[in-house]
């Protein structure tokens, strides 16, 4: 029997890149799955199609990670229609990109929402219908722990605050037998941060294995943790950048 057989997930933003790839692999070892999306729709149903075509059940959601109420409609609707929540995957994101100068308050206000206060939010309400065994497991992002360059203080910013949060998330959910970890990609290459374009040369020098990762590596490192293999893994963070932070 796959090892995910019988739970349920939610991965946000879940129509491309990384998230898709979360939620194909967990589709793959079992599970349920329910993706957001804001605009890519088309992506996210080819997402559930892929997922059904394989036997799998599968549930496309319009949420937007800054609208709070939209975020714990996305739980309750996957509860509802799965019939339990067990694995809730914190994907949704953006990647803000400017000197300290330029960047406006709108933008730190919309980032922190997506990044910080929607994590909040949604594992909040998850909280409430896992049962022992639940896994919470955020996406952040290498530079959280290391800025090589300059222009990503905010995104670095509103990505460290997972470590913080995830950390506080295991003291309070420990005794519940519920786990929270964030995992913290490098260069991957996807449509926010392609392996051709602009700025990948400079990346893929500061990259001992001299290449992008792929979005399957950070699905795989999710389903470990949302797996058996991670029952014991708790309020860390496991960094997957080729060695970009070594």
Known sequence: MPELA??????????????AAVALRLAELGA???????????????????IADHGGRALAIGADNTDADAV???????AAEFGRFDILV??????????????TLEEVDRTLAIHTRAVFVASQAAVRHMT?????VSIGSNLAEHVPFPGVA?????????????KGLARDLGPRGITANVVHPGSTDTDMNPADGE??????????????????DIANTVAFLAGPGGRFVNGTSITVDGGTNA
Do not use: C, W
């Not at 994101?93 to 300290?100: A, S």
């Not at 022992?132 to 919470?136: A, D, F, K, L, V």
């Not at 700025?199 to 399957?216: M, N, S």
């Open 32 to 50: 349920d799955v329910a993706i957001t999306y804001v605009t890519a729709k088309d992506h996210a149903d080819e997402v559930v199609e892929k």
């Open 154 to 166: 905010l995104y670095a910013m509103s990505k460290s605050a997972l470590n913080g949060f995830t």
């Open 199 to 216: 700025g990948a040369d400079h990346q893929r020098g500061l990259l001992p294995l001299g290449h992008y990762g792929e979005a399957a």
């Open 72 to 78: 714990v409609r996305s739980v309750e609707r996957t």
């Open 90 to 103: 914190n994907n949704a994101g953006v990647f803000p990109y400017g000197l300290i100068d330029d960047v």
């Open 6 to 19: 019988g739970r349920a997930a939610l991965v946000t933003g879940g129509s491309r890149g990384i998230g």
């Open 132 to 136: 022992e065994g639940g896994r919470i």
